[in-house]
């Protein structure tokens, strides 16, 4: 069998030449055997009607492998020749004929040095747009944070806007007012708390003494 790749002819016909002709020698000798079994039975049937012949059927199984040896001998020769003329002049791809999809390669050809330098370029593009991609990542990040500060800063504007509008009902619109307002408001509220408590605590007692 031939040892050349013949990639170019894979590419075109999506197997190699030497993978077909392999095939189809494998196929030429299972038919050869598969006759030689057949020539076998044929003999030792005809042997039948002649009960005393003293040939025996060790004798019929010798000589059919012997046969069988001379015709596969006799086969790869010729297989041979079949197969150098198949990938010669058949299934070769001619030097100066080009597939379509390598057309392009005739209209822009590239020496190696320049290939490399296009893939050179290719590399750094690639680098440049993962940073590029990793820029924006970090971009849309702090954008979401900007958000959430945002709607932070809204809640506080907001709960000022409530303030000022407490204030200005009870008369007070200066801001360290406003806070002075709200602190002895939160201290009412506190001794309001503790009072509430207090009774509480003297029901539980006079509850508890009543049971």
Known sequence: MSVNPMAYEAQFFGFTPQTCMLRIYIAF?????????????????????????????????????????????????LFGKMEQMLLQLVLNIPKNVLLPEDKVHEQYPYSKEQFQMLQSEIDQLQKQYKV???????????????????????????????????????????????????????????????????KNRRLQKSHLHVG
């Not at 002649?50 to 010798?62: H, L, T």
């Open 29 to 77: 000798q299972d038919y050869l055997f598969e006759m030689m079994l057949v020539v076998e039975r044929v003999i030792l049937k005809k042997l039948e009607g002649f009960p005393n012949s003293k040939i025996s059927p060790f004798q019929i199984r010798k000589s059919t492998e012997k046969f069988l040896l001379f015709m596969k001998g006799r086969f790869d020769h």
């Open 132 to 198: 590029e991609v990793c820029a924006g990542q970090a971009l849309l990040a702090e954008l979401e944070e900007q958000k959430v500060v945002q709607t932070e800063l809204e809640k506080i504007l907001q709960w000022f806007d409530g303030l000022e509008n407490i204030c200005r009902e009870h008369g007070t619109s200066n801001v360290k007012e406003s806070f002075a307002f709200l602190t002895q408001i939160s201290k009412k509220l506190q001794d309001i708390q503790k009072e509430v408590e207090k």
